[in-house]
């Protein structure tokens, strides 16, 4: 039976990540948010493999790992941290609080589920033809994809100052045949969108480098960029915040997260048919 895993882990974004890389691939994903409901969900739902988070806001990874290796029914359950601890004698601190292993913060993408696949037994593990593969590497080049890239179907600039949400948009968009850039900041955006003019951008409303909303208007003010859709994101933005008006700065679509990655790619594609027929 392909594995349950539960993914213990208060930070949205990575949370939606390892979620849909793992989903991609064939697993049952359950989320938790803290470690209170993670050990609820654990006890109630006995799955085959737990990834935590070290640093939760109510109890530590730490201490859900000794909790678990005193239950009689979970104790030879997998139990994998998610850590960006670096300092010297973290590892060794992982292992003797009971982990059987870790996987270092921020993720990557590509190997990812490689490395949850290796906490888990040959028959807990998904077919390998699953069609969702795309985002793994073959074992014989593993700088390559498990298939030939698709022909990009339109290029979509990312902007974002957190890493995880960058690396999420590619994730979602490259399996589906986007080709994806990646920016920080609102100038490294103009740069890249003028050295290869993207056909959307899809950028956070809150930054420490100007704004998303700045971004739209410095597009917007270029002759040769100011066509392009922008779809606006944000998770900071008041609820009141009316998103009428937002979209009225100049934006093509505002969206909120947190937001199912099968939405998102839905609104991008909506996005990119409607610039699409606007041009044609």
Request: charged share 25%.
């Amino acid at each position: 039976m392909v594995a349950r895993i539960l993914i213990i882990e208060d930070h949205a974004a990575n949370l939606d990540l390892m979620t849909y890389l793992l989903t991609a691939f064939g697993y049952t994903l359950l989320g938790a948010a803290n470690g209170r409901s993670g050990m609820e969900i654990a006890a109630r739902e006995k799955p085959e493999l737990i990834i935590c988070d070290i640093q939760l806001p109510d109890i530590s990874g730490y201490e859900i790992a000794a909790r678990l290796k005193q239950d009689e029914q979970m104790r030879n359950t997998p139990l994998v941290a998610i850590t960006a601890l670096a300092m010297v004698g973290d590892r060794e601190r992982v292992l003797q609080a009971g982990f059987d292993g870790y996987i270092s913060k921020p993720i990557t993408p590509e190997t990812f589920v490689a490395e949850v696949e290796s906490f888990l037994s040959l028959k807990q593990r998904a077919p390998k033809e699953h069609p969702s593969a795309a985002v793994s590497a073959p074992e014989a080049e593993p700088q390559l994809p498990l298939r030939e890239p698709l022909p990009p179907r339109a290029t979509i600039l990312a902007v974002d100052n957190v890493r995880s949400n960058l690396e999420l948009a590619r994730s979602i968009f490259e399996p589906s045949g986007y080709r994806v850039m990646l920016a920080d900041d609102v100038e490294a955006a103009m740069a890249l969108a003028r050295q290869t003019r993207p056909d959307l951008v899809l950028s956070d409303v809150n930054m420490p480098e100007g704004s998303g909303l700045e971004l739209v208007l410095r597009l917007k003010s270029d002759p040769t960029l100011n066509d392009i859709p922008v779809v606006l994101i944000s998770a900071t933005l008041p609820r009141d915040t009316r998103d009428d008006l937002v979209v009225a700065a100049g934006a093509t679509r505002f969206l909120r997260r947190p937001i199912d990655p099968i939405v998102l790619l839905k609104e991008i594609e909506d996005c990119l048919e409607m610039s699409r027929r606007a041009h044609a």
